[in-house]
């Protein structure tokens, strides 16, 4: 029961970029999933406000859409968000959903572009340049990180 909580803008593809070229990082990370078979994946991005679960999930390759287990909840919808939290909407997100699912005592990490998203020095962060998104560079260090936890 380990979760990566995964952002999509700046991490599965650049950001900005053109359409055509949406999720053009996601083979990269799809190899990361493949060899890190104990993580499933909770989408963080914006992209859950106007996509329905399983339209994302369909993003993903058949062998792996069973580890997309959900996505988090919209900040202004929690309630009793930590006052330590407060500034730092997608980690209240991610906290929220591990609470929820009875995951607090298990490992998790995030994958983002956006740092400021998230308490500084956090070490449950994975921060990925969003000019670039997810790079096979990116890839292995993200593999080691998540054997590491």
């Avoid at 399983?54 to 988090?72: E, K, Y």
């Avoid at 790079?135 to 993200?142: D, H």
Wanted: charged content about 25%; aromatic content about 12%; overall charge negative.
């Amino acid at each position: 029961m380990r979760t990566i909580f995964l952002d999509f803008d700046g991490v599965l593809h650049p950001e900005p970029c053109h359409a055509s070229r949406h999720f053009c990082c996601l083979p990269v990370f799809e190899q990361v999933l493949r060899r890190t078979p104990e993580w499933e994946v909770v989408i963080t991005s914006t992209w859950r406000f106007q996509v329905p679960l399983d339209d994302l999930r369909a993003r993903f390759s058949p062998d792996l859409i069973h580890r997309i287990v959900g996505v988090t909840a919209k900040f202004s919808q929690l309630e009793n968000v930590p006052e330590s939290l407060q500034a730092f909407e997608r980690e209240a997100e991610c906290n929220a959903w591990l609470r929820a699912n009875e995951r607090v005592v298990f490992p998790w990490l995030a994958i983002d572009d956006r740092s400021w998203l998230y308490r500084p020095f956090n070490r449950f962060l994975f921060l990925v340049d969003g000019k670039t998104g997810m790079t096979a560079a990116n890839a292995e260090a993200l593999i080691e990180k998540l054997r590491s936890l």
